[in-house]
């Protein structure tokens, strides 16, 4: 496939998006068990940064170790940490509505963040990635912004969908904001999760490692490969997601990935494959035996 960059060599450290790159719903995808299995066995640090907020960290790492990605708690990060540093920084005391799911009503509870569904004593509006997202959300929303005129709104992510197996996906953030938004007539005063850089800064602490010297894998080029670039980090784009080829051209050039995949494991520089010996119909074998689904 012509577009297609590879890495020659390895960087010091990976940080990983998880839906669209990792896996799909509940199967990863091709060629990520032995990534994840080669770059654990080199001893270099792995991490994982979704902006997905359905889910805790915790869940999160459970589900990669199911998969058979041996992972911590302490490797995830997604945006539920970065919203709720925002509003301790930025809106200290803050009473806040969460239109979000549980794992953001579980987090705002134990940093001791106040909640309310009275628009009367609501001063910030969080907008996330909720399923049960409904009219009478939207309306405290509406009237805690427009009518009594004291809230701001702020997002967990920006991502339009969640990638789904199958060609399908998940309205994700980016409708439950544009709905506020278009009655309300406000913007977000933040957008948490990638593409903001500090989402880097929490994935690295407590790592010796200098983001340069690290590369930022996604699927998706407006969340991840933007990431990498308010980082100043290297980027790859996998073709297993959201984004596709013809996306990448429409970029600027300081704006695409340095390097398109159309497998995560072409990460491993090709010299090494075939000092391991993997092909691509060899992972395929590990597929058959079940290895990569739960
Ligand atoms: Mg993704």
Same mark, same amino acid.
């Given at each position: 496939m012509s577009g297609i960059v590879m890495p020659e060599k390895f960087y010091a450290g990976y940080l990983f998006d998880l839906d669209?790159?990792?896996?799909?719903g509940d199967h990863l995808l091709p060629g990520v068990a032995r990534l994840i299995g080669e770059l654990r066995r080199r001893s270099v640090p792995v991490r994982f940064l979704t902006n997905n907020p359905t889910r805790t960290p915790r869940e999160y790492s459970d589900k990669l170790n199911r998969l058979g990605i041996p992972t911590s708690v302490s490797e995830v990060v997604n945006s539920v940490g970065a919203l709720i540093r925002w509003i301790t920084r930025h809106h200290p005391g803050a009473t806040v509505f969460p239109i979000a799911e549980r794992p953001v009503v579980a987090a705002l509870e134990s940093a001791g963040i106040p909640m309310s569904e009275d628009p009367a004593q609501i001063d910030v509006v969080v907008a996330s990635y /909720? $399923?049960?997202?409904?009219y009478r959300k939207l309306q405290i929303a509406f009237d805690a912004i427009w009518y009594h005129r004291r809230a701001i709104l702020v997002g967990t992510n920006p991502d339009r969908y969640c990638p789904l197996p199958g060609g399908r996906g998940e309205p994700d953030c980016a409708a439950v904001i544009a709905a506020i938004e278009a009655c309300t007539g406000t913007t977000c005063a933040a957008v948490v999760g990638?593409?903001?850089?500090e989402m880097v800064s929490e994935a690295l602490a407590g790592v010796d490692l200098d983001p340069r010297s690290c590369v930022m894998v996604g699927d998706r080029l407006s969340t991840d490969v933007a990431l990498s670039v308010n980082a100043g980090m290297a980027s790859a784009l996998v073709?297993?997601?959201?984004?596709?080829l013809t996306d990448v051209r429409q970029v600027v050039a300081d704006e695409r990935p340095t390097y398109v995949l159309?497998?995560? /494991? $072409?990460?491993?520089p090709s010299p090494v494959w075939r000092e391991l010996g993997w092909s691509e119909s060899s992972e395929k074998d590990d597929e058959k035996l079940g290895v990569g689904s739960i």
């Open positions: 669209g790159t990792i896996y799909l /909720d $399923r049960s997202f409904d990638k593409p903001d850089p073709l297993t997601g959201d984004s596709v159309d497998r995560i /494991d $072409r990460l491993v």
